[in-house]
Structures are given as C-alpha cells and as structure tokens.
C-alpha cells in the first residue's frame, strides 16, 4: 500500500454525524423536561409496588 497523500483531520459533515447530533438533542430535551416536571409536580414512590416490578 503507498500513500500518495495526506488529508489532515477536519470536521465531518452533518450527513454523516446527524443521528448523533439528533439523538444528542433529544436526550437534551429529555432531561431538560423531566427536571422541569420534577420542579412543578411533587410524587412517592410506593415501595410495594416498586418490588412487585423487580419480581416481573
């Protein structure tokens, strides 16, 4: 194998990264919304039923 050139590093193009970048920002908003619901809304958690879905 010869090299016959150099390509130095460079930023890829969004076709190539716009899954990334798209699940990226869903996780963003996701957790930008459950902070903002756990601010406005007040919950327990009821133990027995926690256990009862370990156990399925």
Do not use: H
């Given at each position: 194998?010869?090299?016959?050139?150099?390509?130095?590093?460079?930023?890829?193009?969004?076709?190539?990264?716009?899954?990334?970048?798209?699940?990226?920002?869903?996780?963003?908003?996701?957790?930008?919304?459950?902070?903002?619901?756990?601010?406005k809304y007040e919950?327990?958690i009821n133990p027995?039923?926690?256990?009862?879905?370990?156990?399925?």
């Amino acid at each position: 194998m010869w090299v016959n050139e150099f390509i130095p590093a460079q930023p890829k193009k969004l076709k190539e990264i716009r899954g990334l970048v798209i699940a990226d920002y869903q996780n963003y908003l996701e957790k930008n919304w459950v902070k903002e619901l756990r601010g406005k809304y007040e919950f327990t958690i009821n133990p027995e039923a926690l256990n009862y879905l370990k156990k399925q």
